[in-house]
């Protein structure tokens, strides 16, 4: 079965470092990753995802993420952090299961900046 | 304004009441689902529906109904059956249901049972 696996569950940063977050799936076949978040109080949305093409895919608020399909990784970056970014974020899987979009979801990780 | 909606935003019940969560969307999307968010364990999916008049089981379907009767309406009921159905619950959308497509999140309906 499809897994998806966020590495750390609470990280706390100064404003202005840099953020790396885990995430690893566990489905061999052809699948799409995203990553959306939740802000304090607001729906969750689609920060960026990944169909094909340029393993680098840049999304909103200066976020990028990188599919390493040896590693099965596609891990969350940015260079400079704001306090804006506290939120929660989840990495997403999505495979054909039967015909069907199936689309897995991670635990979450939770972001807080500190000013 | 397209989106999803989702009322109420708290809901609180006896326990051994069936409860019903509405979701309506107007993004004409043809694919619905409903996910259950608890601290710690992510967005697990409970129920999704790809066109009208059809759905299928996720993850933890358990103790849980859903109708897709309309296009735009994805009612999810909460059953006696559910054994721990206080929880956040949300609905999202997608325009199809494969695996490409990005789904909307609505706001979500807190639920509390007493």
């Known amino acids: 079965a499809q897994s998806v696996s966020q590495h750390n569950h609470h990280v706390i940063l100064s404003e202005a470092a840099s953020l790396e977050l885990g995430c690893n799936y566990s489905y061999g076949g052809t699948v799409n990753l995203f990553w959306y978040v939740q802000y304090p109080g607001q729906h969750l949305q689609l920060l960026l995802k990944?169909?094909?093409?340029?393993?680098l895919v840049k999304g909103i608020k200066g976020f990028e993420a990188e599919f390493i399909k040896s590693k099965f990784s596609f891990n969350l970056r940015k260079p400079s952090v704001q306090w804006s970014d506290t939120a929660e974020y989840f990495c997403?899987?999505?495979?054909?299961?039967?015909?069907?979009?199936?689309?897995?979801f991670g635990t979450g990780t939770k972001l807080q900046v500190i000013p | 304004d397209g989106g999803i909606t989702q009322s109420p935003k708290y809901l609180f019940r006896k326990e051994g009441q069936n409860v019903t969560l509405s979701c309506e969307q107007n993004l004409n999307h043809d694919a619905m689902y409903w996910y259950r968010q608890d601290p710690g364990q992510g967005l697990r999916l409970i129920y999704y529906?790809?066109?009208?008049?059809?759905?299928q089981k996720g993850d933890i379907a358990e103790g849980y109904s859903v109708s897709r009767e309309k296009k735009e309406s994805f009612p999810l009921t909460v059953t006696s059956a559910q054994k721990n159905p206080t929880a956040f619950y949300l609905c999202?959308?997608?325009?199809?249901?494969?695996?490409?497509?990005?789904?909307?999140f609505g706001p979500g309906t807190r639920l509390t049972v007493l």
């Open positions: 997403a899987a999505g495979s054909d299961s039967g015909g069907y979009q199936k689309v897995t």
């Open positions: 999202a959308s997608s325009l199809r249901g494969d695996r490409k497509n990005e789904q909307f």
């Open positions: 990944y169909f094909s093409g340029d393993p």
């Open positions: 529906s790809q066109i009208v008049n059809d759905f």
